[in-house]
Every structure is written in C-alpha cells, then in structure tokens.
C-alpha cells in the first residue's frame, strides 16, 4: 500500500511564506508525476502544482509566481514552498502521486494537511 504523508501546514498571516512536505512510503522514482491539490468545503478540489520524474513543473494559474515545488528523491519527499499566501489559499492540500501499471494509471492521495492563511 502506499502511503502519502503530508506536514507542514498551519496558520500564517497573509503575505507570509510556508512550506509543506509530502513524505512517499516507497521510492518516488515509481511515480511518473507528483502534486499537490487543495480543496475548500463546499468547492471542487482545485490543482496546485506537479512535477515529473524528470523535473518538469506546472503551475496553477492563481499560484504561478508564488508557489514552487520540488522533489527529493533521496528523501521520497515532495514539497511545496507557498510564498506571499492569500486567504485565499485557504484550504486542505494534498499529496497526490501518480504511476503506471501495466495498463492501468494509479493515483494516491494523501490525508491531507490544513493551510489557513488569516490575520
């Protein structure tokens, strides 16, 4: 089974910067593309950010210019470094992971981690 552990989340003030990690059970060399989704009660689970195995990157709109992630894969890490938040960046993010198996494209989740973005 594997298992996608995010950390990192928190309260921080608008304009303020964090950085979330999301922690692989096995070797992300396995997933061809890693991300991050967040979603709001009420509201579609919106993409944030993906990176591929080979390090190719793609921002959402409403992120681009503030946002970065990267991946370790010495660590099996992900992470997503979050500068000048917004309240409305509000939200749970999560982990997602992606691979191939034969035929058939798997994609994980993780729980998930809370980002509240207020003065």
């Known amino acids: 089974q594997v298992q996608l552990v995010e950390s990192g989340g928190g309260l921080v003030q608008p304009g303020g910067s964090l950085t979330l990690s999301c922690a692989a059970s096995?070797?992300?060399?396995?997933?061809?593309?890693m991300g991050w989704y967040r979603q709001t009660p009420g509201k579609q689970r919106e993409l944030v950010a993906t990176?591929?195995?080979?390090?190719?990157?793609n921002f959402a709109d409403l992120v681009k210019g503030r946002f970065t992630i990267s991946r370790s894969n010495a660590k099996n890490t992900v992470y997503l470094q979050m500068n000048s938040l917004e309240p409305e960046d509000t939200a749970v993010y999560h982990c997602?992971?992606?691979?191939?198996?034969?035929?058939?494209?798997?994609?994980?989740w993780g729980q998930g981690t809370q980002v509240i973005v207020s003065s």
């Open positions: 990176i591929t195995s080979g390090g190719s990157t």
């Open positions: 096995g070797s992300i060399l396995s997933f061809y593309t």
């Open positions: 997602s992971a992606r691979r191939r198996i034969l035929a058939n494209t798997q994609n994980y």
